[in-house]
């Protein structure tokens, strides 16, 4: 193994134990389980069948304020404290120091995951779960996951108050998350999904997608390429 790999590593095993060698992982992990799980449960036997898809949808925005909470103190208590100078003074450069606490935080991140593999499992024993979007599903949050953590180490970074950097975080998060939910993208999303279903149906019946979209689809077709432009154009408005 490389020194820096091994340097990196290194850095990783001890911030993520120090992760539970104090309250800040217990607290999120118990407060992020306390919240999904009534939102999940109450409403999950109102559905009629097995799915997990709202725990999914639930999961997203609580990461919005957890990983704020698990990268908050990753560089910003090390400057307070001293030791981050002392660290780089040692034979390891800054990007093996933040990659490793940057994996740490990745490692937490799995294990907050791994506390809500009990759900799809209940799910399981009372109905016929498909594990397809399951496992899709987690690969999803976890990517997701990851980026808001790269977010949260960037804002770490920039301070030395941990508060000042979780707020910064959690702000720029929830903006994200606006901006994501704009309601035009949503339309043409379900256009381009409507669309996709079409075509994949006529495939199956031995169809070409343009002899069953008839004029109605055709229609549907260009007012969904209308609705694009028209949110590419709301958007560079936006930006100016």
Not at 29 to 55: D, E, K, N, T, Y
Not at 115 to 136: E, F, H, K, Q
Not at 161 to 177: C, D, E, K, M
């Amino acid at each position: 193994m490389q020194p820096s790999m091994q340097n990196t590593l290194t850095i990783a095993g001890r911030q993520f134990r120090g992760f539970f060698n104090s309250p800040v992982a217990y607290i999120v992990v118990c407060l992020v389980m306390a919240i999904l799980g009534p939102l999940f449960w109450q409403p999950f036997f109102l559905m009629g069948h097995a799915s997990v898809r709202q725990m999914f949808s639930f999961l997203g925005p609580l990461l919005a304020f957890a990983t704020p909470a698990m990268s908050m103190g990753l560089i910003a208590e090390e400057r307070r404290s001293g030791t981050l100078e002392l660290l780089i003074t040692m034979p390891v450069r800054e990007s093996e120091v933040i990659l490793g606490k940057y994996l740490a935080s990745l490692g937490l991140l799995t294990v907050l995951l791994l506390c809500t593999v009990p759900y799809p499992l209940s799910v399981w024993t009372l109905g016929n779960l498909d594990w397809g979007p399951v496992v899709t599903g987690y690969v999803g949050i976890f990517l997701e996951g990851a980026a808001l953590l790269a977010i949260g180490v960037a804002a770490s970074s920039f301070t030395e108050n941990q508060l000042v950097a979780f707020f910064a975080s959690a702000a720029t998060l929830v903006r994200l998350g606006a901006r994501a939910q704009h309601p035009r993208l949503g339309l043409v999303a379900q256009a381009h999904v409507e669309r996709l279903q079409v075509r994949r149906e006529a495939r199956a019946g031995g169809l070409e997608p343009g002899l069953l979209a008839g004029p109605a689809a055709v229609e549907g077709a260009g007012a969904s390429r209308g609705g694009e432009r028209d949110v590419a154009r709301q958007l560079r408005a936006g930006e100016h």
